[in-house]
């Protein structure tokens, strides 16, 4: 298709795509520039946003931005753009992330451009899983995906899902010892109705989820003791399908490549039918981020543990206005 014109509702348009991304506790952290003279995107963090307690390094935060950096740039090839992305282009402006650049019509990346329509569907799901089993087609095309971004996907052995599981369980025992580990979630949920439906950010308690009444997914309960009015409770699967998602490395760029992976996977995911969440509960701890990877394997740091199957889509969370995230020039 040929490409929109550059004006401020298709610049807008862009970034609103890119907002839709995941980010942690759906805090997000990135700041977006336009330079009309040269057609650039420029991708910084809001490290006002950043958490902590919880993410004292930016790790999660980088993968964020780096996810919205991935829906720039699905949004600008479904609009018929062909661009140049640059990751930290600028060693003397280290928070610039990432530079988009529209180069020009008619070179659209196909195979982004048809993940499009997954950016609006794509919800994280706390809700229960079906045990239907995802075919061995569909868990190829989405290790293809994170390889596409430079990162790389695994589908661990039941050994190895047994051992993450018990890691969510360590981790939520460390939690109720250390109440201070609660404070950056409490700062980003949003309970009661008022507060949920005034909310542009953070997790509203309708996100939530039924609470955990049997089974072993790792969804993590962001009510912790407070009462959400009405909230059901569910069983979840027994044998959760988990992937890991990794670098070889565990540098800046390393985050970022992996940020774009992952949601290069949720949205293709998404278009084969699966619902899909993020579990990073436990890679907030040191110790147990270096335990999350398979010791044989090539996979030198986890970035994250994504939990898919087929079931409930999850609900969409609230998104701050375009204009508090995007300036133009």
Not at 89 to 102: F, G, I, K, N, Q
Not at 218 to 243: M, W
């Amino acid at each position: 298709m040929p490409a929109q014109p550059i004006d401020t509702t298709t610049i807008t348009d862009l970034v609103a795509a890119a907002t839709a991304a995941p980010s942690m506790h759906n805090a997000q952290p990135w700041r977006f520039r336009y330079v009309s003279g040269t057609r650039t995107f420029e991708l910084r963090p809001d490290l006002s946003r950043a958490m902590t307690r919880t993410d004292p390094d930016n790790r999660a935060l980088c993968l964020g931005c780096a996810a919205a950096l991935f829906n720039l740039r699905v949004a600008a090839a479904h609009a018929g753009w062909d661009v140049e992305t640059l990751l930290l282009p600028s060693p003397a402006d280290p928070d610039l992330y990432a530079t988009v650049r529209l180069t020009g019509t008619g070179g659209a990346d196909r195979g982004l451009a048809r993940l499009f329509p997954a950016i609006s569907r794509r919800h994280t799901s706390r809700h229960p899983f079906t045990e239907q089993p995802i075919p061995r087609e569909v868990a190829d095309a989405l290790c293809d995906a994170a390889r596409q971004e430079g990162a790389q996907m695994v589908f661990p052995d039941a050994w190895h899902v047994e051992a993450l599981l018990d890691h969510v369980y360590d981790v939520e025992g460390r939690d109720s010892v250390r109440p201070e580990r609660f404070e950056d979630i409490q700062n980003w949920t949003r309970i009661g109705q008022q507060e949920a439906e005034a909310a542009v950010d953070g997790i509203p308690d309708y996100a939530f989820g039924p609470t955990k009444s049997g089974g072993r997914a790792p969804v993590r309960d962001f009510a912790g003791r407070r009462a959400v009015p009405g909230r059901t409770a569910a069983v979840f699967e027994t044998v959760p399908q988990l992937a890991l998602l990794g670098t070889t490395n565990d540098r800046r760029v390393d985050w970022l490549r992996a940020g774009q992976a992952m949601e290069r996977v949720l949205l293709l995911a998404t278009l084969h039918g699966l619902s899909t969440s993020l579990s990073s509960h436990s890679l907030e701890q040191h110790d147990l981020r270096e335990l999350a990877r398979d010791p044989v394997s090539a996979m030198g740091f986890v970035q994250m543990v994504l939990r898919l199957g087929y079931g409930p889509t999850g609900v969409a969370s609230p998104r701050r206005p375009v204009p508090e995230v995007l300036d133009i020039e």
